[in-house]
């Protein structure tokens, strides 16, 4: 089936200092993907929408200069957390639409546990 | 996309059938009632989805009322691993064209299952 690999799945950084997440389809062309983030005992919240080859799109209350995110290809999209800080300490998933044809219509990463020290 | 409506949390046992409930009385006509599950630390997986015949996979059967305002998710024989977060999402399907849109978490259910 349709594979989404996200990447790193665990990272450890100093508060002022920015990480790079990225999320790969494997064997399929994603031309939009989500990205969400997840606070312990709490259920996801999407945080953007990517679509390859254009800006993306943030909900309301995320910041799109703190959170870029990048979908230069239709199998690559990446979320840099700039100028991190301890409260950017999260579980950040990544999502992506599946073309026609399958069971349903995303499929989701594994997940990156960011710990901001 | 229509609100969805959980209990936070459920126990079963091992062995037996895991029946989560939904209630999701605003759906309208063409959104579909789609499950997922977060096991801890990991990305959501599908389960199963359905309009409104009752549907059945390999890993589960979804039960959606006539009236389609409510459904239950089937586990017929739970095991220690389908201990998990599930979510019951209410939306567009996904050959309704390209505006079928974002998943919208609720808080989902929690099934402990013991052994």
């Known amino acids: 089936g349709a594979v989404v690999s996200q990447h790193p799945s665990r990272v450890i950084c100093k508060s002022g200092t920015s990480v790079k997440i990225e999320c790969r389809s494997l064997?399929?062309?994603?031309?939009?993907m989500f990205w969400y983030r997840q606070f312990p005992k709490q259920s996801l919240m999407l945080m953007a929408t990517s679509n390859e080859g254009s800006k993306a799109t943030y909900e309301q209350g995320v910041e799109k200069d703190k959170f870029l995110i990048n979908h230069a290809s239709l199998t690559l999209s990446t979320l840099t957390v700039t100028s991190a800080h301890p409260e950017d300490s999260s579980f950040y998933i990544c999502?992506?639409?599946?073309?026609?044809?399958?069971?349903?219509?995303?499929?989701f990463g594994s997940g990156t546990r960011l710990t901001v020290v | 996309d229509a609100k969805t409506t959980q209990p936070p949390s459920m126990d079963c046992a091992e062995g037996r059938a895991a029946n989560l409930p939904c209630n999701h009385s605003t759906i309208s006509g063409n959104e579909y009632v789609y499950w997922y599950r977060q096991i801890h630390s990991q990305g959501p997986q599908y389960i199963i989805h359905?309009?409104?015949n009752n549907e059945t996979n390999e890993m589960a059967s979804l039960i959606i009322t006539e009236d389609r305002k409510s459904s239950t998710l089937i586990l017929p024989h739970a095991t220690l691993r389908d201990t998990a977060v599930y979510y019951c999402?209410?939306?567009?399907?996904?050959?309704?064209?390209?505006?079928?849109?974002?998943?919208?978490f609720g808080q989902g259910t929690i099934l402990t299952v013991h052994p």
């Open positions: 999402i209410v939306r567009l399907g996904r050959y309704q064209g390209t505006s079928y849109g974002k998943l919208t």
């Open positions: 999502s992506a639409r599946l073309p026609p044809g399958g069971a349903d219509g995303y499929t």
């Open positions: 359905g309009l409104k």
């Open positions: 064997d399929f062309q994603a031309t939009t």
